[in-house]
Every structure is written in C-alpha cells, then in structure tokens.
C-alpha cells in the first residue's frame, strides 16, 4: 500500500517569536516546505537532520526510540518547529532522524490538529472543517 505524502510546511518557532518581539525582521524567519509521510505508527514528527539544521533549530534534548523492527536508538530532540499540514498548524519538538531521510507526520501532530488519515484514499483531512475538536476528559 502507496503511503499518505502530504505537504508540509515547517518554521523556527522561536525566530517567529524573535520577530514578534521586535527582535528580528519577518524575512528572516528560517521556514521550509517539505514532502511528509503521514505515519500513524510513529509518536512523535521526525525531522531529517539537515531540515532541522536549515532551519535553525536547537537540540533541546534526547529520545530512545523503538524502529519497526524493535531495535532502539537514542536520536536527538529539536525545536521548537512550527508545522503547518492540511491547513493547519501547531509547535512541537521534532525527533531528529539521519539526514535525508523521509519527514514523518506521526501521531501527536494528528492528533492534536485533530487529522484523519484515510489510507484507501491516501488523503489526510480535518475531521471538523473549522477547527480541531479536541477531547479533554
């Protein structure tokens, strides 16, 4: 089965608060569009280390990580990022995978932008078409 490939926009959070702040100008802000695939079997985004470098973003952090094939890794933990997908947009970290690697869109970020992945279809749409319904009990 084909994979869920959606675009995905990606920015420094922090130079975007720089320049809220008055601290930098607005085109200075490191930003990138990127091919994603939407990966409901990963946790967290993972980013290539040469996207996250492109993008200024600092290591705040490790994680272990379980593959597919249950071998563990200990990968870096970088943000703050800005993502933006199926029109909408959240921060998060990003688990740091070896460069030119494929960007993988998992769960928290569908989760929280409240996304659902229709892997017949290969789509990834809103659930709601305003905004994200998510449950807080």
Known sequence: MRPIVVDVGLENAADRVA??????EEASIRQTQVKGIVDTGAVALALPQNVSERLGLTVRGTAVVTYADD??????????????????????????????????VGQ?????????????????EPRMPDYP?????
């Open 71 to 104: 071998r563990k890794d200990e990968r870096p933990v970088a943000g703050p990022v800005t993502v933006r997908v199926a029109g909408r947009e959240m921060n998060t970290d990003a688990i740091l995978v070896p460069p030119f690697a494929d960007v993988l």
């Open 133 to 137: 319904l998510l449950d807080m009990k």
């Open 108 to 124: 928290i970020v569908l989760e929280f932008l409240d996304l659902i992945a229709d892997c017949r279809r290969r789509t990834l």
């Open 19 to 24: 320049f809220e702040e008055g601290l930098r």
